[in-house]
């Protein structure tokens, strides 16, 4: 799966989005943090105001036993208005420390406190009445700690109890401002980091997204430049920057691909002119040569001497057939189809090679051939052909080797296949190459590429692959009937 690289339009997109995001972090931390800090202040400022009037309620509950004292003991007319005064004072305490607790152990404390109050008020002037009613000092006495020892420790008790209570919570308040400190440092520094983290990932994505590959470009640019049309730009980076190699990468191409055409035609241009000539100084002497060997021809010569001069004019022959395909290679081919024969083909391909097949003892194996084997095609081409490939993989064959020829007609279309068993193609064949290598000592190199012409010319297709065990398979595939129109 090809990964698509991301565009720098929509790179920059995500940098701001990103930035804008750190932004958002940022302002929400300290609002978290300034939300914290106030939350805690407030609940300091709660809890101090509970102190606050818990110990208020303490300092009136004994400026009113003062004033009952007086009322009592002083007789002082005034005092007893002073009580009821601290004791409206101690009721509105205990309604604004009600309105200031807010979980159940205060308000439990609280209500506690308060009745303890109330039991104070209510018992302490009897108390006092007994008090004055005594008549001896043992009396005044065990009434005097009743109201020392009774309602007031059990008043302080609970004062106590609920100021260790709001001691704890003003601990665990400390506490909390401390843990609200840290959390909100903590909250500040992760956008800082967070943004260093994106300055670092940014510098090293401009690295390598950007810088790296625009200097491979440009490298790339300067290489096939200085003419070195196979050097290829990587396609990395950005969208952007990966359009650009692509497009120099094609147009090294496009450069490369006109460059071997360019060279084809001239040395097509070069073969143009120099061979004819040279087909033309060959044929007259290979003429002459035919003819002297045909002259000697005698049945008197021993069957030495007449193999030999049958084997001089059937090297002449070849020679010729060679320089005609060498022409024809050279000019366009204007195929002249008529009705024939798939067998007679194969075999008048097969019948100059004899002499060759007898030397190296190569078995040949033909087909099975069907009842009918009519083409409508160019004969003399494709014989020119199938006996190229049948002679270069004789040549390949080792001595005492087989040949295999098969044939098979599927959906009106011939395959016809040459298996050897040689050493094998040590190139893989290009239908555009105007030569192809050899293993020949004195090769043309144009027998497969006048074959690949051919087969075109003919509608067909030509395949080489490699054989299992060793060898090659040649497929030749060819309509039963050639559309000139097509071509």
């Not at 400390?174 to 980091?193: D, E, F, G, S, Y």
């Not at 241009?269 to 120099?274: I, K, M, R, V, Y």
Request: hydrophobic share 45%.
């Amino acid at each position: 799966m090809i990964k698509k690289n991301k565009s720098l339009k929509d790179l920059l997109l995500i940098h701001e989005l990103a930035f804008i995001l750190l932004i958002i972090l940022a302002a929400t931390a300290g609002a978290i943090g300034i939300h914290l800090w106030e939350k805690s202040s407030q609940e300091a400022s709660r809890i101090s105001a509970l102190v606050t009037e818990v110990q208020q309620t303490r300092g009136d509950l004994y400026r009113q036993m003062k004033e009952l004292f007086d009322v009592y003991f002083l007789d002082d007319a005034t005092a007893r208005n002073e009580y009821v005064m601290f004791t409206a004072s101690v009721e509105k305490h205990f309604t604004l420390l009600n309105t200031l607790a807010i979980d159940a152990a205060e308000k439990s404390a609280i209500d506690e406190l308060h009745a303890s109050y109330q039991q104070f008020v209510v018992e302490t002037p009897k108390l006092f009445d007994q008090y004055q009613r005594a008549s001896n000092a043992a009396t005044k006495h065990a009434l005097n700690t009743d109201i020392e020892t009774g309602l007031f420790s059990r008043y302080e008790d609970i004062l106590a109890r609920t100021e260790n209570l709001l001691s704890q919570k003003q601990s665990d308040l400390n506490k909390q401002l401390v843990n609200t400190k840290r959390t909100a440092t903590i909250l500040l520094i992760i956008p800082m980091l967070l943004a260093v983290l994106l300055l670092i990932f940014s510098r090293i994505f401009l690295k390598r997204a950007i810088v790296k590959p625009l200097e491979s470009v440009l490298k790339a640019t300067a290489e096939i430049s200085a003419g070195n049309l196979n050097h290829k730009a990587p396609e990395e980076g950005v969208a952007e920057l990966t359009a650009v190699s692509q497009a120099i990468n094609d147009m090294a191409d496009k450069l490369a691909a006109s460059q071997e055409a360019l060279v084809r035609t001239e040395k097509q241009a070069a073969q143009g002119l120099l061979v004819p000539m040279l087909a033309h100084n060959i044929r007259n002497p290979l003429a002459s040569i035919r003819a002297t060997a045909q002259v000697m021809e005698d049945p008197a010569h021993d069957t030495e001497t007449r193999e030999s001069l049958h084997g001089i004019i059937d090297t002449v022959d070849r020679l010729e057939r060679w320089t005609g395909a060498l022409l024809a290679y050279l000019l366009p081919l204007k195929p002249q189809p008529g009705n024939a024969n798939f067998q007679v083909i194969v075999e008048g391909a097969l019948a100059p090679l004899q002499q060759k097949i007898k030397e190296k003892s190569i078995q040949i194996s033909l087909p099975a051939w069907p009842e009918n084997t009519h083409i409508f095609t160019d004969q003399h081409l494709l014989e020119q052909v199938i006996y190229n490939l049948l002679l270069n993989a004789i040549d390949a064959s080792k001595k005492a080797s087989s040949l295999e020829i098969t044939l098979k007609l599927t959906d009106g279309i011939y395959i016809l296949q040459l298996l050897d068993r040689g050493c094998g193609m040590p190139f893989t064949p290009d239908p555009s190459a105007i030569s192809a290598p050899t293993t020949k000592r004195f090769g043309t190199g144009i027998g497969i590429p006048f074959a690949f012409k051919v087969c075109d010319a003919l509608g067909g297709e030509l395949k080489f692959d490699a054989r299992p065990n060793g060898g090659t398979i040649i497929t030749i595939m060819l309509p039963v009937a050639l559309n000139l129109a097509e071509n």
